[in-house]
């Protein structure tokens, strides 16, 4: 009898059913466009950190080219072992050309001035290259916690609004509706977090993508106006190891 009773009580009892769908189906059209803005948000970000990635990346591994760069017996030859796309042969074909020019002017000083600047354009060039969609990440990272938090708080008026034409304010009634808005303010967090992270990091590798170009901007003006005198100083290059020696024949008795 007892079981029966609490049976049909369980049954009588209104079954709340909280969760993400339940939120964005109440909050509508304004929840599934934050929503989409913070899906938006997160899928650029990603984008961003993959592409960027990918890009430093070749240009580390091509730094590491540049010894057999300069063992060539000019910048000519030289640029030739470098990749066409490559971000150091930009500088070199950009060096060379200004070397072309350079001849030109009469006044050794305004022409040596002259090709400097014409490799830092070509320097800044490459490094505003790289900076591109890091303000994206900026962005994203100062405002899609509030992007959550506008879905939020249109959530909680949704939630009071609704718990105040049922005229019942019991914890029950405030607890689930209250904690189904502040979904969007968590899925706010995880889109700035790795946003911000991602910017950090890219930037700090920017950074010493930066120095060594101009470390190799400053090695071509050196070369340039030295006709050649001047080249850092590189290793060896590395020669295949040698074959085994067989041995030696046994002496006949």
């Known amino acids: 009898m007892l079981i029966e009773i609490l049976s049909a009580a369980g049954e009588a009892a209104p079954q709340n059913q909280f969760g993400f769908m339940e939120a964005m189906e109440q909050g509508g059209a304004i929840a599934w466009s934050i929503f989409t803005v913070l899906v938006i948000m997160s899928v650029g970000s990603f984008y961003i950190l993959i592409t960027k990635l990918l890009e430093q990346s070749k240009i580390f591994r091509e730094y590491k080219q540049l010894a057999n760069f300069w063992r060539a017996p000019s ?37 040596h001035d002259w090709l400097h600047g014409s490799l830092d354009r070509s320097e800044a060039a490459v490094n505003s290259k790289l900076a591109s969609g890091l303000p994206f990440l900026a962005t994203v990272g100062a405002t899609s916690p509030f992007v959550g938090l506008l879905g939020t708080v249109i959530g909680i008026y949704r939630a009071l609004i609704n718990i105040g034409l049922a005229g019942s304010a019991s914890i029950d009634k405030v607890a689930g509706p209250v904690g189904e808005a502040l979904i969007m303010t968590a899925i706010g967090l995880l889109v700035a977090v790795p946003a911000v992270l991602a910017y950090n990091w890219l930037q700090a590798r920017n950074k010493r993508i930066g120095e060594l170009l101009n470390g190799f901007s400053t090695d071509l003006l050196a070369n340039i106006t030295s006709n050649g005198a001047v080249k850092p100083e590189v290793g060896p290059a590395k020669a295949k190891a040698a074959a085994p020696a067989k041995p030696a024949a046994a002496a006949k008795a």
């Open 75 to 111: 910048l000519a030859e030289g640029a030739k072992k470098l990749d066409k796309n490559s971000a150091w042969r930009q500088l070199v074909d950009d060096g060379l050309a200004a070397e072309a020019q350079h001849e030109k002017m009469t006044d050794s000083l305004e022409a």
